[in-house]
């Protein structure tokens, strides 16, 4: 396993980079020569901030990201700083602190600092605007069979509580266009369609959807789009203004690389005033969205450790990151999908998909499949058999490098056979 160390001792003797003592944040380190150099360099770099686990290649990056060890030692920093200080930072700084993060997220999501705040996740986020709406007998909300299992019972509930009626579609693997996707939503909606769902990126296929303009088609039949982007912030670049959209939920322990247990939520600030909290708080103003920010006591250190994750993002930088991404999931799709039996349940066009990509081989249940991947290869990947998807998800990093791919694609071939 190449540690931090060693990857140092082995620049060294290349006589790749100056000598150095006390490397701390090797990001910081990395010297222009390299970061231009070769793209290879620049992201062995980047993986040696992570500490991975000998045992297995780690493809199954979709569920949460590790945080890079600088992020991670600063959480670990302001953890023992908040747990020193106590309840004198919980009641001298803590809202402002948390202001300060909310306000920096705004800015990087495209959107106003009055209309985002942040949750502990995209359940939080997409369960508090599902909740929160004033639901009648028979208004109905259009989602795909595709859509996250906890919120597709959240509306369920909202069926069982209030007489809402569930409009299911279900979205294609290879769309031949847009529209096609759009017609899909726009043939569901009625005079009593209210509320759209849609995600940003479908997380068992790695399907991105043309979120403007199904939030376009929808506007100019009075309906409300709610954005699913658990896997998009930090992973795709956009900016939430760009959508056109009336709600957004994400979760930043996933492609931004927090701690656990933080997201965001969007509400566009007309939606605001009518929307009820889940926690009921009267300290706000009816058109604060911090209404529907009322937590209790929560982990404190995770807002403020927001800020690390961001730093370190951006020193990759969005664009960056996304053509990373993308280059390693068509690194392994362009190959995998000519090896016979093997089936890709993904599309590839490049504004389609990114990092993650499904795949299947034919006669092999998607369990047993990621059975023999771990067991045999040691590869970690996770099954997925619902909603008309039958295959394994595979997710790459930053820290993915060629080499696990390969070994991913030489395991493949084998399967087949
Ligand atoms: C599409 C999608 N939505 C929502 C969620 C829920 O995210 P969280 O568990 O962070 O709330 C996930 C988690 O994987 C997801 O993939």
């Not at 965001?264 to 103003?285: C, N, S």
């Not at 920010?293 to 404190?300: E, M």
Request: aromatic residues 8%; charged residues 25%; proline residues 4%.
């Amino acid at each position: 396993m190449l540690n931090k160390r060693n990857f140092l001792k082995s620049l060294l003797l290349l006589g790749t980079i100056p000598f150095t003592t006390k490397a701390k944040n090797i990001l910081d380190e990395i010297p222009e020569e390299i970061k231009n150099k070769k793209p290879d360099d620049f992201w062995l770099q980047i993986r040696n901030d992570y500490i991975l686990k000998p045992d297995y290649i780690n493809l199954e990056n979709g569920y949460f990201s590790m945080m890079a060890q600088p992020v991670l030692e600063k959480y670990m920093a302001d953890v023992r700083m908040i747990n020193t200080e106590a309840s004198y930072y919980m009641r001298t700084v803590q809202f402002e602190k948390k202001q300060k993060v909310s306000d920096r997220l705004a800015e990087m999501l495209g959107c106003a600092g009055d209309e985002l705040i942040i949750t502990r996740n995209t359940t939080e986020s997409l369960d508090t605007v599902i909740s929160g709406i004033d639901w009648k007998a028979g208004d109905e909300a259009i989602m795909a069979e595709q859509d996250y299992g906890s919120m597709l019972d959240m509306f369920k509930q909202q069926s069982k509580r209030y007489g809402l009626v569930q409009k299911i579609i279900s979205i294609p693997f290879h769309p031949k266009s847009d529209e096609e996707i759009i017609a899909l939503y726009e043939n569901a909606i009625t005079p009593k369609t209210r509320l759209i769902m849609i995600c940003h990126i479908i997380n068992i296929t790695g399907q991105i959807l043309p979120i403007k303009k199904v939030c376009d088609m929808a506007h100019k039949k009075g309906v409300a789009v709610m954005v699913d982007g658990a896997h998009a912030v930090a992973h795709i670049d956009f900016k939430i203004s760009d959508l056109n959209c009336d709600y957004y939920g994400s979760s930043l322990h996933k492609w931004l690389g927090t701690p656990m247990g933080a997201g965001i939520l969007y509400v566009r600030k007309d939606k605001i005033k009518t929307h009820w909290p889940i926690y009921a708080e009267y300290g706000f103003e009816e058109t604060d969205i911090r209404k529907l920010n009322h937590t209790g006591t929560n982990p404190v250190p995770v807002d403020i450790a927001i800020h690390h994750a961001i730093d370190y993002h951006q020193k990759i930088g969005v664009k960056r990151k996304e053509e990373r991404l993308r280059f390693l999931q068509n690194y392994w799709t362009s190959k995998a999908k000519n090896i016979k039996h093997v089936f890709i349940n993904t599309p590839e066009e490049a504004g389609r998909s990114c990092a993650i990509a499904n795949v299947g081989v034919e006669g092999i249940k998607p369990a047993d499949l990621a059975k023999l991947l771990f067991d045999k290869y040691k590869i970690w990947t996770v099954a997925i058999d619902s909603a008309n998807v039958h295959g394994v998800r595979i997710t790459p990093h930053v820290y993915t490098t060629t080499d696990e791919l390969d070994i991913f694609l030489k395991a493949l071939e084998s399967i087949s056979k």
